[in-house]
């Protein structure tokens, strides 16, 4: 069974940055996609960011593009999210995800059949 174990979360003042890193079980010659969502209070799961098994591919939701960043490193077993400029619209639990079919970039919650347990981002104004 694979297992995903996000960190880095926690509390920010507005226009801070955070980093969050993804460490997934998977053996890395597997290289499927990976992504980031995120579920506020009283919201549905929203995607944020993804990218792809060899990471040359990247897709972000419109409100993230410009201040978050997306990587991996294969060799680590580890995705990131670079988040800048964070405000308190960003406050959210903030879970990553892989897929077990595809290799390329996806943004809907079905293609990804793993999910981490979430981490707390929480951005004061």
């Known amino acids: 069974q694979v297992q995903l174990v996000e960190s880095g979360g926690g509390l920010v003042q507005a226009g801070g940055s955070l980093r969050l890193a993804c460490t997934t079980s998977?053996?890395?010659?597997?290289?499927?996609?990976m992504g980031w969502f995120r579920q506020a209070p009283g919201k549905e799961r929203e995607f944020v960011a993804a990218?792809?098994?060899?990471?040359?591919?990247?897709i972000y939701a419109d409100s993230v593009k410009g201040r978050f960043t997306i990587s991996r490193d294969n060799a680590k077993n580890t995705m990131y999210l670079q988040m800048n400029s964070l405000n308190a619209e960003n406050t959210a639990v903030y879970y990553c995800?892989?897929?077990?079919?595809?290799?390329?970039?996806?943004?809907?919650?079905?293609?990804?059949?793993?999910w981490g347990r979430g981490t707390q981002v929480t951005v004061s104004s």
């Open positions: 995800a892989e897929s077990n079919m595809y290799y390329t970039a996806r943004d809907f919650p079905s293609d990804y059949d793993y």
């Open positions: 998977t053996r890395t010659s597997r290289n499927y996609a």
């Open positions: 990218i792809s098994g060899s990471g040359s591919g990247t």
